[in-house]
């Protein structure tokens, strides 16, 4: 059984404790593109790895976008 | 060649225009001979009419008000550019607004007959065997807009002095085609019509080695007729189905695949930060995903990026 395997799947989300892994949903031409990174190097040798790579940059490059943390934003 | 030299040279006056070649490293250089005349102004590949200006892509890749060093582009599938805004002394131009037509000064004021820069526009290219009908969206020369902030266009008093000019590169063989706008009822020429000086000058090694584009696509999408299943033009005003037609859709099916992505509890409360500032989307999924697409544009698109990520 493979680590995905054991993740709880619930919607589009597969959870465990430690981590959980998301669904994102793309098309043909958006996978072409993600190949094209994939051959540029640097970001991941798969799909999963190069969108995780970019959703990180995006939140370290963009603090500003970020709302409220879980807790904060319960007391808000 | 070490100055330009004048070809041409005609001066429009009120309530009329001009077609005009302006071949391949040429210049077309439009002047203000009285105080504040609007120029629209149409373009097409003089050996393809059908490959003509375009307001809308000029529009996306220069923005609302271009000048000086943007450039004309022709519409889609051609997608090339015509011209490039080498010279703006003034550098108010506008391509929101259309082209003034006698509907719109009937409907709106009553007039049966008026300057109008269709009709003009229209008059003008039947020198060249063209109809009413291949009068498109105009480049409007010196039209002073602008956009409130209800997000309505209005119109201001028109900036441009006696002497003022632009002046356009193109970059193939082109029909030009400038008019004095009609519009004497609007801020749009400071509410008299005046004539406005057209030239066409051959321009010098230097100016073709500062602005003049490669002649040759640059992209494969910048379609010609021989890219086209339909490579004829129609020559009957009736539409009619072909009966022998099925689709061909160049992308089809569209097939939608999953990708896992992992995300540490760290991610994880990031994502929840995205989704507590909005605009990102419902799902984990679309939030990941639009996260990870405004990062690629930021980084790898070319051109404007027009994308606020997370709005």
Known sequence: ????????????????????TVVVEINQQQ???????????GLGSTHGEVIHSGFARFCREHPDLLGPAGDEA??? | MSAREVVFEHVMEPGTGKAVPVLRGQILR???????????????????????FHCGRTRHLHGLFPAEGDMLWSAPPRERPMFTIISD???TNDIQYPRCTGFLYEYQFGFEQHTNCH???AESIREYGL??????????FWMHTGVDDEGKLYIKRLLARQGDYVELMAHFDTLAVPNVCGADIFSTSNFE???????????TTDDRDQWLQPEERQFRNQRTPDDFKVKDIKVTRELVPDESYTPDWPVYPIVKQPVEVTLSDEDAELVEQLRAKGGFGESDGDIVRHAFFSWWIEHYMRGPKQHHAGE
């Open chain 2, 119 to 121: 009709d003009i526009l």
């Open chain 2, 89 to 91: 002394s003034v550098g």
């Open chain 2, 131 to 140: 109809t009413p009908d291949d009068v498109h969206d105009s480049f409007n």
């Open chain 2, 30 to 52: 439009i002047e203000q001979v009285g105080n504040g005349q609007c120029a629209d102004f149409n373009a097409f590949n003089l050996h393809d009419y059908k490959e003509y």
């Open chain 1, 1 to 20: 059984m493979t680590q995905t395997d054991a993740l709880v799947r619930s919607g589009s989300t597969i959870e465990s404790m430690a981590e959980r």
């Open chain 2, 193 to 203: 019509l005046k004539p406005l000086k057209v030239q066409v000058l051959d321009s």
């Open chain 1, 74 to 76: 319960a007391r808000a």
């Open chain 1, 31 to 41: 996978a072409e593109m993600l190949d094209r990174l994939i051959a540029e190097g």
